[in-house]
């Protein structure tokens, strides 16, 4: 007879977060320019990936899980766009992900048609 087990274990904090944000909103690879602004001062680094509520940015700048970033990712059309978000996890020198805080119904908008474009889509 087959026995079952069962087998728990306890993430570290924000993991299941950003775990939990790419399966309620559709990641789109999209590679964009991106300045950020944390603790660790001003930084240049590239979105990998992106969506409504939030993103994944490769960076060698360092974060601490947890922190509030000022960010801004230029658009196709060369227009920087401003934004606000919480690092949920971090890999050393690898990068970051983001949940995007305060989003705008505005800003909102613009970054669905970002993501639209990004498939495909419409013009942005």
């Known amino acids: 007879m087959l026995q079952t087990a069962e087998i728990s274990y306890t993430a570290a904090p924000g993991v299941a977060a950003a775990a939990d944000e790419r399966r309620r909103d559709e990641r789109v690879r999209f590679p964009l320019e991106v300045r950020w602004e944390g603790l660790s001062g001003g ?3 590239r ?19 947890g922190e509030r970033l000022s960010f801004e990712i230029q658009s196709p059309t060369g227009r920087w766009l401003p934004f606000e978000g919480h690092v949920v996890h971090h890999q ?11 989003l705008s119904d ?19």
Do not use: K, P, W
């Open 106 to 124: 505005a800003r909102r908008d613009t970054l669905s048609r970002l993501l639209e474009y990004a498939r495909g889509g419409s013009s942005f």
């Open 43 to 45: 930084h240049t680094a």
């Open 47 to 65: 979105v990998y990936d992106i969506s409504l509520s939030g993103c994944y940015i490769e960076t060698l700048g360092d974060v601490q899980t």
């Open 92 to 102: 050393r020198n690898m990068g970051f992900g983001l949940r995007l805080v305060n």
